[in-house]
């Protein structure tokens, strides 16, 4: 089966570059044959997206700055004004202070803590709740990226963990509060991947390396398998899955401890 996204729209928010999650799934939408928005946040990030939307077909670009309510208004005003209706959203944006993605969590400030979740988590209920006039009259789906450090302990994830399994939890109740309505709101949890933001987390390198070598498929996960799983998420081949989260890790999540020969 060959699926496809022709006439459907989306909106992508968090790509960084082009090694980040949000474009290796725009990459792949776009191939399918979704027209693309972009959202960015400030004139660096938006002079590295321009291109890569270019590249695709899109002129759409605007400056959001997620914990600001006037901000995200203007953005899907914009986003109305231009478009009658959205298929797909793709949310990929997460923070926390990298100081803090380091050591123990029992040193996590208030202030960081605040924040990490007012950024990675609430910003993906606020996003679907402005989504949602766009999306109600014909049904479309809500995406988020989480990781596996909500579930379990990784070094120096510390805060973001907490973030991520909140994160999960959002998206089953949204999932819930948005059915009726035919909207599907999903996580997609990559295991380790070289993007701008993993880098932030201490130890990262060594921590790719680890996964790289246990996962049962041999290797981490690409941007490409990332980007098949949200083109099938967006698609009519997704119309029954929502409330999940899918891992897209080469199966690392099933191991117990590392593979033998790693021990």
């Not at 009658?84 to 959203?89: G, P, Q, S, T, W």
């Not at 994160?167 to 949204?174: D, F, H, I, N, Q």
């Amino acid at each position: 089966m060959t699926i496809r996204l022709d006439g459907k729209r989306g909106l992508v928010m968090g790509v960084a570059n082009d090694r980040s999650i949000a474009w290796g799934i725009a990459r792949a939408c776009h191939a399918a044959g979704a027209e693309l928005a972009f959202t960015h946040q400030g004139e660096a990030f938006g002079k590295r997206v321009e291109p890569l939307a270019a590249s695709v077909g899109s002129d759409f670009l605007v400056d959001v700055d997620v914990t600001d309510d006037a901000s995200l208004d203007a953005a899907f005003a914009a986003l109305a004004e231009r478009w009658d209706r959205l298929d797909f959203l793709v949310h990929a944006i997460a923070f926390s202070d990298k100081s803090e993605l380091q050591g123990r969590i029992l040193n996590t400030s208030r202030a960081n803590f605040k924040n990490s979740m007012d950024i990675s988590v609430y910003s993906f209920i606020d996003v679907a709740r402005r989504a949602h006039p766009l999306m109600k009259d014909h049904g479309g789906t809500l995406l988020t990226m989480t990781y596996l450090g909500s579930q379990r302990v990784f070094p120096n994830y510390n805060v973001m963990g907490v973030a991520k399994a909140a994160l999960e939890s959002a998206t089953r109740y949204l999932a819930n509060d948005l059915g009726r309505d035919g909207i599907r709101v999903n996580a997609i949890s990559p295991g380790m991947m070289k993007t701008l933001a993993g880098a932030a987390i201490g130890g990262a390198r060594k921590s790719y390396r680890h996964t790289d070598t246990n996962a049962p498929l041999g290797a981490n996960a690409t941007l490409e398998a990332v980007g098949g799983t949200a083109v099938w998420l967006c698609s009519e081949a997704g119309a029954c899955t929502t409330g999940e989260v899918i891992q897209v890790d080469s199966g690392y999540h099933v191991l117990g401890m590392p593979q033998y020969d790693n021990l």
